[in-house]
């Protein structure tokens, strides 16, 4: 199954700013997935980006909070903007292989 | 469009007692299934997966799971628990519409405490 690198593994962030996380994985996919999970919560999907097209967007999350670029069919990004003290989650980023799903090590984003 | 139900928020069971952590799902297409397993302060990590084939599927640490259609469910069991299966447990539900695989939706998550 595919290897999934995500930096950084944490960060503390003043609020009013911004943060980008990025996911580089070790073979070619179509689809990369972006989740975020609140503090004792589950996972929630936040986008699908594909390559060469505008991610799409799950209901309660907007491109302007939450912009994705997907250059490749091997790398992601997604940028946490003006944050707030409730953004403090750990952000997930996902592939899809002919195994089933591999996940990203995760980002623990703590906004103060 | 897809759903999740995880039917218990928490379940608590004695150590080397049997569990049934139960989870319901609902789609239009088919569906892969999952488990996910999540210790404290830890990753995510894949106890079982049902793609196709045997609706009894065996995972890791002695956990299966049985696809049933008709009754659209994916309960997880284990016929005697440890203290260290004390864990979150997500159930993930995913389709094969156009092919592949599309996104992952996750339940709410099963608290499943283990007690000496």
């Known amino acids: 199954s595919a290897v999934i690198s995500q930096k950084p593994s944490r960060d503390i962030c003043q609020r009013g700013t911004s943060l980008t996380i990025q996911c580089q994985v070790d073979s070619q996919v179509t689809m990369m997935f972006w989740y975020r999970q609140q503090p004792g919560q589950s996972l929630t999907l936040i986008a699908t980006a594909n390559q060469g097209s505008e991610a799409t967007y799950e209901s309660g999350f907007v491109i302007d909070k939450f912009p994705i670029s997907r250059p490749n069919l091997t790398f992601s990004t997604l940028t946490v903007s003006n944050m707030s003290p409730e953004d403090s989650s750990i952000y997930l980023c996902?592939?899809?292989?002919?195994?089933?799903?591999?996940f990203g090590s995760g980002t623990r984003l703590t906004v103060v | 469009a897809q759903s999740v139900t995880q039917l218990d928020s928490q379940v608590p069971v004695f150590e080397e007692a049997p569990v049934e952590l139960r989870c319901n799902y609902s789609s239009s297409v088919s569906v892969y299934l999952f488990w996910y397993v999540q210790y404290p302060n830890q990753g995510l990590q894949l106890l079982l997966k049902?793609?196709?084939?045997?609706?009894l599927v065996k995972g890791i640490n002695g956990f299966e799971a049985e696809f049933n259609k008709s009754q659209t469910s994916f309960h997880l069991r284990k016929p005697s628990v440890h203290i260290s299966d004390t864990a979150e447990y997500f159930c993930?539900?995913?389709?094969?519409?156009?092919?592949?695989?599309?996104?992952?939706?996750f339940g709410a998550g099963t608290r499943l405490a283990v007690h000496p």
């Open positions: 993930a539900v995913g389709d094969s519409l156009s092919g592949g695989y599309n996104k992952l939706i």
């Open positions: 996902s592939v899809a292989s002919l195994y089933g799903y591999t």
């Open positions: 049902y793609l196709s084939g045997s609706t």
